[in-house]
């Protein structure tokens, strides 16, 4: 690969000193980018640094409130999003996305469809989208429409509206999160054939391991400002953890002594058309059993159909021996399960509602008398467990929008162990969330487990992984691939497993 | 070949099929359904509905929804008439309809566009308004036929080689704006609105200025067809329009215009207005009292929406088992 | 709940007293008993639909076919006692045939996943097909006198309707069961975040099965209460009651995006129709200006919120130069108990 900036080239976009305030939050404080034409440039930075706010000013989202942009050698005219797509600038969100009911070609030239005398000219956009998606190594239809088809595809679609703009900059946020490991490849070779081709690619991503694989330079920020920028080849992850971080990562996994007991979960032959099969699995009392693999394994599948939010084709879910109906998330709670969502703002709260009402949302049952549900119980429950779990707060009926990640984690966990369950599932209990508490719910785990409850946990993070659980149980593509225990695992067999491979033992 | 089957796969397909049958049906039951005259009965009957549709179809690929049509559309043919009955002539009637048209649709669109309010809520308060205006300004009079400016009246009454003008009015209109839905950009726009308000948003298309738009055409479209009412009946009171709203939703959504926006077209919308006519004369051809018309058009929207719902869930969402295949 | 749906709650208060006060001024005859007692019988039935409908539109969904479900009922209880059934069973007919329609319509958007503002305009048009199809053009006029008596008369020395009591039972339960039970939080969370409360363990299709149940049965008893109050049932009663329904539920604070509202606002609201309604006739206004107030109300339901909410965004960014702090601090800060 050959770097402009090797050659002493310019660089196709600088970003000096950038600063953004919503409110009295300052988003971003002192933001700097250079990205070089035909380079893979990593964005890192743990949730809250700032690269989503950096990156929507230049995608037009939002105005930067002070610093410089230069895109080719220009000044870069902050505006709307028309106007930053017509000066070469491509984003492809996390979620990409598609108009369901347009086809694949209409979509790749949303807003600025080819005409002929006047008139939209179909069949020019369907021969362009063919040659762009042939460019791009990927056989699709585009007389389909854009409903249905795999996220990864829709990349795909996104990545060729950037190439038929003409993009100089084509801008990347999470883009593995929901991919499996071949359409990664996939997505892989696509961004080394833009680079090929001059575009300059940035790449926002937790996965050190992809980022290392890909790209050719990053940048570092943290709490609104770059902290550090450098050539891949020159650098290490621990040392860019570092930078990410700020400080020693020391007892992140604050693991006591288990004392596990009788099976209390077992599962058995569970399957669901098209997102998992045959998964059998028992979790004892006092245990920390975690579901490792990579994002889209269908782990999160697995205990959204244990807890009954899906219903599963076939096998069971038994509690403590007696088999738990499917499909009715009712009946787990009073059962004894509690699920804790991955998706904290969507599936965990209320985001409108009181810090109040979100704890008291699954105890109503207990906080009342008859029909008349008690609001002080409901006011001192939350007040209990804010205490136990030192919310940071201003008053118990601020909506828990205002909260940050972390704190809204929190209340998630308050109202489900109010529910004192025998099983606590919980789905990337730390992602989005600040180290510190990271760090504490890492402990509140730990002290539940040894207190008794079985947790069942669901993380993409490999360092959460091994430094939690008792037991390993990996899953590829929907299936069981293997299992490991504390003391014989280690990154390269879960990766291994997770991957596709077999151990050799 | 592709364009038969995608002929086929059409969201209008149903609708089509539907007509057919019930045209059969009725045929059957009463050949005289089939005569020249009962044709152009349906024909007569749907013209109104159709150009409605039309406007209506603007609003709905949009996500949104136009709940004013009825109350609008009594009140420029009431206005129209009364326009030449005080002197105005054709053309002041015909000036004020479209004045009026456009203000109700500016008034919906500022509102839904650029405050972002519900639609819904935006155009049932406009129906209301507009309705009461009107009644104020009718003021318990009505438009007779000798207030009926007579190139209306005309209109109304003729027909170019058997088939009525103002079912040509209609026709000429599906047929202008179903050309400008496939191929004028800022119409493609409307779809994706729909589809994807967000993404629409992100994409760079100047939702508000679409969503004014559309509203504003509406009610250009619902004001200018005041003339089309008043030809049909030769009449007018306060009364005119009133519950046409639904027949036009229906007629919509029965011809594939989904009200969850971003597909449909104007021909679906047609096709629907024809077939909701079919039916009222089938009622009448079977020998069935009129009072299950309503009964009816009930259920069949409700047999639309259920379709419309079916097919859309037919498409498979994300797997995770088995991508490892491609 | 909001402190800004509290204010709401209170502004709907304020202006029923206003619009009370507003009556007497515009004439002699408003403040007095039978003319009360006229605008209470009048509001009864839009009221007792109001109570379901604001839980409905505050657990995100809509139900525009109530006043045909009204005509139902009133039509079936016709129809059976036409038929020779004693009339105390023709009202349990009339009940029941509402909450069917109620019902059907639950099924519709819960079971087959259908939107319920498409659904219930079909169901609008038919049940009120079904009500021409079971009376015909010949509406039954002739009704017992003892339950016309009820439907029209007032508690003896006072200028209170009979049905004035019905209604003021079920808005009591109805407050009851929003603002302090269970079911009325199950509500608020379904409306909020319907996800949300799937993960919560709340049975979202359940319940709101039941309030469109509920929502046709309210509908029903209004159907009741209508035929006798007018002491006859047709198959064209209560077009267009849908709309002013509504119009009095968001005015009274229910927002139409879900999850916010109050029982006392709905309440207060629908009061507030029935006077304003009133004093426009009294004071000579045709009937038809009650038109554009219902929707100039409606319209000020929906805009005010909006206004408000773009002010208090705009005040927030404004008064906190400062006290900038980044994000980070911004979540360590609230550390002070």
């Known amino acids: 690969m050959v770097l402009a900036s090797s050659q002493g080239g310019p660089p196709v976009l600088e970003m000096v000193h950038v600063a953004k305030s919503f409110g009295g939050v300052r988003a971003l404080v002192d933001a700097n980018l250079t990205l070089y034409s035909g380079e893979a440039h990593a964005l890192l930075g743990e949730n809250g640094a700032g690269k989503s706010t950096l990156l929507k000013a230049l995608a037009g989202v939002h105005k930067a409130d002070a610093g410089e942009i230069t895109l080719k050698g220009k000044p870069f005219e902050q505006g709307s999003t028309k106007d930053s797509i017509e000066q070469g600038i491509a984003v492809i969100y996390q979620e990409p996305s598609l108009f369901p009911d347009l086809t694949l070609a209409e979509n790749v030239f949303i807003g600025r469809q080819l005409t002929n005398s006047g008139l939209v000219d179909w069949a020019a956009m369907e021969k362009a989208s063919r040659e762009l998606f042939n460019r791009l190594g990927v056989t699709l239809d585009p007389h389909q429409k854009a409903r249905g088809i795999s996220i990864a595809d829709q990349q795909i679609v996104e990545i060729a509206k950037a190439l038929s703009t003409d993009a100089s900059v084509i801008v990347m946020d999470e883009p593995t999160a929901a991919l499996s490991s071949k359409e990664v490849e996939r997505l892989f070779t696509v961004v080394r054939n833009l680079r090929e081709q001059g575009s300059a690619v940035v790449f926002v991503s937790h996965r050190l391991d992809e980022v290392f694989a890909l790209c050719d330079r990053m940048t570092v920020m943290r709490d609104g400002s770059t902290v550090g920028s450098a050539l891949i080849s020159e650098t290490s992850e621990n040392e860019v953890v570092q930078l990410m971080v700020g400080r020693e990562v020391s007892d992140l996994y604050p693991k006591l002594p288990p004392k596990i007991g009788e099976v209390v979960l077992e599962v058995h032959k569970l399957s669901l058309e098209g997102q998992f099969s045959d998964i059998s699995f028992e979790v004892r009392a006092g245990e920390i059993f975690a579901l490792a693999g990579l994002v889209g394994s269908g782990r999160s599948e697995v205990i959204r159909a244990i807890f009954g939010i899906d219903r599963y084709d076939s096998g069971s879910v038994t509690l403590n021996g007696k088999s738990l109906p499917t499909g009715k998330p009712a009946a787990s709670m009073s059962a004894g399960i509690a699920l804790v969502p991955e998706d904290r703002r969507q599936q965990g709260l209320f985001m409108a509602s009181s810090i109040a009402r979100n704890v008291a949302v699954t105890l109503l049952k207990k906080l009342s008398t008859w029909l008349l549900v008690r609001k002080r119980r409901e006011e001192s429950a939350a007040e209990q467990w804010a205490t136990t779990l030192q919310l940071k707060f201003a008053s118990l009926d601020d909506p828990v929008e205002r909260l940050s990640g972390g704190n809204q984690q929190k209340v998630v966990l308050s109202k489900w162990l109010a529910t004192e369950p025998q099983v606590l599932i919980v789905d990337e209990p730390t992602r989005g969330i600040d180290v510190g508490t990271k760090a504490e719910v890492h402990r509140l785990l730990s002290q539940k487990a040894q207190q008794g409850m079985a947790v069942v946990m669901v993380s993409s993070e490999l360092p959460e992984v091994l430094g939690m659980a008792d037991r390993i149980f990996v899953m590829r593509e929907g299936t069981h691939m293997g299992t490991l225990n504390r003391d014989e695992a280690d990154p390269e067999k879960i990766i291994t497993l997770a991957t596709g491979g077999v151990i050799a033992r | 070949m592709r364009a038969v089957t995608n002929l086929f796969r059409a969201r209008e397909m149903p609708v089509f099929l539907a007509l057919v049958v019930v045209v059969a049906i009725a045929g059957i039951a009463n050949p005289a359904f089939l005569s020249a005259a009962g044709a152009i009965d349906i024909l007569l009957g749907v013209a109104i509905v159709a150009i409605l549709a039309v406007g209506q179809t603007f609003v709905i690929v949009m996500r949104h929804i136009d709940l004013s049509v009825g109350s609008l559309i009594g009140f420029t043919s009431f206005l129209i008439g009364d326009m030449y009955a005080q002197g105005y002539g054709l053309w002041g009637g015909l000036a004020a309809a479209l004045a009026v048209g456009l203000a109700v649709g500016a008034a919906n669109g500022f509102l839904v566009a650029y405050l972002k309010l519900p639609s819904l809520v935006v155009t049932l308060g406009a129906l209301y308004i507009v309705r009461g205006v009107f009644n104020d300004y009718a003021f318990g009079r009505t438009i007779t036929a000798a207030m009926v400016p007579p190139e209306v009246a005309w209109i109304g009454l003729n027909r170019l080689g058997g088939i009525p003008y103002l079912f040509l009015i209609g026709l000429s209109l599906v047929i202008i704006s179903g050309l400008v839905m496939r191929r004028v950009k800022a119409a493609r726009d409307l779809y994706a609105i729909g589809s994807n308000p967000a993404a629409a948003e992100l994409a760079g298309i100047p939702v508000a200025r679409r969503v004014f738009g559309a509203f504003v055409l509406n009610g250009a479209i619902t004001g200018m067809a005041g003339a089309v009412m008043l030809g049909r009946f030769n009449a007018a009171n306060a009364n005119s329009g009133l519950a046409l709203e639904l027949i036009v939703i229906a007629a919509c959504v029965v011809g594939g215009v989904t009200i969850a926006g971003g597909s449909g077209s104007v021909w679906g919308a047609f096709l629907g207005a024809i077939l909701l006519q079919a039916i009222t004369r089938t009622i009448g051809a079977l020998g069935i009292p009129q009072f299950w018309q309503q009964a009816f058009n009930g259920g069949l929207i409700i047999l639309a929406i259920a379709f419309d719902k079916y097919l859309n869930s037919r498409v498979k969402t994300t797997t995770i088992m088995g991508s490892h295949n491609d | ?337």
Request: charged letters at 10%; proline letters at 3%.
């Open chain 3, 1 to 337: 709940m909001t402190k800004w749906n509290l204010t709401w709650d209170k502004g709907v208060g304020l202006f029923l007293i206003f619009a009370v006060f507003l009556g007497s001024v515009l004439s002699d005859n408003f403040a007095n008993p039978s003319n009360l007692s006229f605008v209470l019988r009048d509001v009864t039935e839009f009221a007792i639909i109001a109570l379901a409908m604001a839980f409905l539109i505050i657990s995100g969904e809509i139900d525009l076919s109530v006043a045909s479900t009204l005509n139902l009922s009133s039509a079936s209880l016709g129809f059976l006692y036409r038929a020779g059934v004693p009339f105390e069973v023709a009202i349990v007919g009339g009940l029941l045939v509402g909450l069917a329609c109620g019902l059907f319509n639950g099924y519709l958007v819960t079971k087959l996943g259908l939107p319920s503002l498409a659904v219930t305009i079909a169901t609008l048009a038919l049940y009120r097909g079904l009500s021409f199809a079971l009376l015909g053009n010949q509406p039954v006029n002739e009704l017992p006198e003892f339950w016309i008596g009820i439907g029209y008369g007032r508690i003896p020395g006072t200028f209170i309707p009979w049905s004035t009591i019905l209604l003021v039972v079920l808005a009591g339960v109805a407050w009851f069961v929003l603002h302090h039970t269970r079911y009325g939080r199950w509500t608020f969370a379904i409306g909020v975040n319907a996800e949300g409360a799937k993960f919560s363990g709340i049975p979202v299709q359940r319940t709101k099965l039941m309030l469109f149940a509920m929502t046709g049965l309210m509908s029903g008893v209004a159907g009741v209460v209508y035929t006798l109050r007018f002491a006859s049932a047709s198959p064209d009663g209560a077009v267009g009651y849908e709309l002013s329904i509504i119009a009095a539920v968001l005015f009274g604070g229910v927002s139409i995006a879900g999850g916010v509202g109050t029982m006392w606002g709905v309440i207060a609201a629908v009061l507030s129709l029935g006077v304003i309604r009133s004093a426009l006739q009294l004071a000579g206004f045709t009937a038809n200006s009650l038109l554009i107030v219902s929707g100039a109300l409606l319209l000020i339901s929906v805009i005010t919120p909006k206004i408000t909410e773009t002010l208090r965004n705009r005040t927030r960014a404004v008064g906190k130069e400062n006290t900038k702090k980044t994000i980070r601090e911004v979540g360590n800060e609230k550390s002070t108990p």
